[in-house]
């Protein structure tokens, strides 16, 4: 069983049922189905099972999908994802992320 750890609790979704994150597109890791230990500041979270995944290039992030996951606007949540990867060097036209729904278990 693989992990997924947050450094940040976004839109305070861990408190929720189920929540989405977006991770950079990694089909050996992020798949349905995949069960996984979800950890926050390096402290065990929750377990959760992956329901359903959607991958999207960076430009094509809309408003919803920025709002429940980070609960920042489109551009905010943008700038935050650069940040977060800003020594990856990473081309962002081509570069495939996923947006992924875990629930609970």
């Known amino acids: 069983m693989n992990s997924i750890t947050y450094s940040y609790n976004w839109n305070n979704k861990l408190d929720c049922l189920a929540f989405t994150t977006i991770r950079l597109r990694n089909d050996n890791k ?3 189905g995949a069960i996984k ?4 500041h ?4 929750s377990k959760v ?4 995944i959607k991958h999207f290039l ?8 920025a709002y429940i996951d980070t609960g ?3 551009e905010q949540t943008i700038a935050i994802i650069k940040k977060m ?21």
């Open 49 to 52: 099972k992956i329901i359903a």
């Open 85 to 105: 990867y800003k020594n990856s060097n990473i081309n962002w036209a081509t570069k495939q992320l996923s947006f992924i729904l875990q629930r609970k278990m």
């Open 37 to 40: 230990e979800c950890y926050l």
């Open 72 to 74: 920042y606007s489109r």
């Open 58 to 65: 960076l430009s094509d992030l809309n408003e919803f999908m």
């Open 30 to 32: 992020y798949f349905v």
């Open 42 to 45: 390096k402290k065990y979270h």
